[in-house]
């Protein structure tokens, strides 16, 4: 199994910009895999945001697709999430993972990142 | 985008019981793309079960799942103090793919 660890600013101001990334121990240039983002905000379930073939093709949850780019450099080894307009909302606990198909099933994970959007 | 909804909310036993956790789909799903997730404080979820009955890579098999259309099921034949944590069920066939509220198994 892979290891995956995020990374990035644990804190996020009103209308700006969330921007992640996730290193991934291996290679994300792997067929039948695909590598996502699942956020959880915090006392709550699980939220799908977006997943990244390493090809480069991508899929968005659409509640959250006019905010949502994911992106994958296989020369490092690493995936990308940037979501735009941020707000209170946005606050949770940010997840990188494996999945075995577009929408899941996540078989590895990162040990996920708290982000807090406040001014 | 189908809703999965979860019983019980909270479900109390002892190490050694049975556990059964239900998951109900708001319409069919295909059991090909239905998985179990476990998450104790402070984790990230760990797979337990995909494609509704699969076990994933090094789970022991006191956990089995079971079900179709819209009605899943997931059981810890005989609980141990490890599995005290809360279950997810996820559907992931198709966009945007969808987990239940979560069962806390509780002591």
């Known amino acids: 199994q892979p290891q995956l660890r995020e990374s990035g600013p644990g804190l996020v101001k009103p209308s700006e910009t969330l921007s992640l990334t996730c290193t991934v121990s291996?290679?994300?240039?792997?067929?039948?895999?695909?590598w996502g983002w699942i956020r959880q905000p915090p006392g709550k379930g699980l939220e799908w945001i977006g997943s990244?073939?390493?090809?480069?093709?991508?899929y968005y949850n659409p509640s959250l697709k006019s905010r949502v780019t994911i992106s994958v450099d296989t020369s490092k080894d690493q995936f990308s999430l940037k979501l735009t307009s941020v707000t209170a909302a946005d606050t949770a606990v940010y997840y990188c993972a494996r999945l075995g198909g577009v929408y899941g099933s996540a078989n590895s994970w990162g040990q996920g990142t708290p982000v807090t959007v406040s001014s | 985008e189908i809703v999965l909804t979860q019983s019980p909310g909270t479900l109390s036993l002892s190490p050694g019981e049975r556990a059964t956790l239900s998951c109900r789909a708001s319409?069919?799903?295909?059991?090909?793309?239905l998985a179990w997730y476990q998450q104790k404080p402070g984790q990230a979820p760990r797979l337990l079960i995909y494609g509704a009955s699969n076990r994933a890579t090094g789970v022991p098999d006191r956990f089995s799942g079971s079900g179709s259309g819209t009605d899943f099921t997931l059981t810890i034949s005989r609980l141990e103090p490890e599995d005290f944590a809360v279950y997810y069920c996820?559907?992931?066939?198709?966009?945007?793919?969808?987990f239940g509220q979560g069962t806390k198994l509780e002591i």
């Open positions: 996820h559907h992931y066939g198709s966009s945007p793919g969808s």
């Open positions: 319409q069919s799903v295909s059991s090909s793309y």
């Open positions: 990244i073939y390493y090809s480069g093709s991508t």
């Open positions: 291996g290679s994300v240039s792997t067929s039948n895999y695909y």
